[in-house]
């Protein structure tokens, strides 16, 4: 969740909505009248994996999702990782699974939370523990997995075409990213 920001983090002082010349021109953004700083709110970058675990797909049921929906392992980046080190951080973090392969799949928006995702594909092995951030996890066939109409779903989607299946959506109207 991106919590507007009320007051400036440098002096204290109320923000406004002050318009600048910028590089692409006047742009209004939130500004610090007092010392100059500017909120730029640029989007936030998300890992997402695809986990191979078995010959199957592994998706994992977040457990503060209202509904049943299983999705991508996400994490964010830490200060201090590579996206291929915090994305195999993540999954170790998450599910306890070791990474012995990672491709990237691509890199999707997810304008609603302000977010870009780097997407991988992940050959993993070892045992399944969850940690309390999830609550389930399911294993599907790549040829039954159903894909969602989402950043994270369009990379299992792109996975799917690239290894040769082709992408189920299920109807998910609303659907977790
Ligand atoms: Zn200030």
């Known amino acids: 969740m991106n919590l507007p920001f009320t007051y400036c983090p440098g002096c204290a002082a109320p923000l406004a909505l002050i318009t ?17 700083f500017t909120h730029w709110n640029n989007p936030t970058p998300v890992l997402a994996a695809v986990i191979e675990y078995e010959g199957k797909i592994l998706l994992a049921r977040n457990a503060a999702w209202t509904t049943r929906m299983f999705g991508l392992i996400t994490g964010f980046m830490e200060a201090g990782d590579t996206p291929d080190g915090g994305m195999v951080r993540e999954i170790r973090e998450e599910t306890s699974l070791a990474t012995s392969a990672l491709t990237l799949i691509g890199v999707y928006d997810f304008q609603r939370m302000n977010q870009v995702i780097i997407a991988y594909h992940a050959a993993c092995h070892g045992e399944v523990r969850l940690s309390p951030e999830l609550s389930d996890y399911r294993l599907f066939a790549p040829e039954a997995v159903k894909c969602w109409r989402a950043g994270t779903g369009q990379a299992l989607a792109d996975w799917l075409q690239a290894r040769g299946y082709t992408p189920q959506y299920g109807d998910f109207s609303k659907r977790e990213p």
């Open 20 to 36: 600048q010349s910028e590089d692409g021109g006047d742009k209004a953004r939130l500004r610090c009248p007092a010392c100059g």
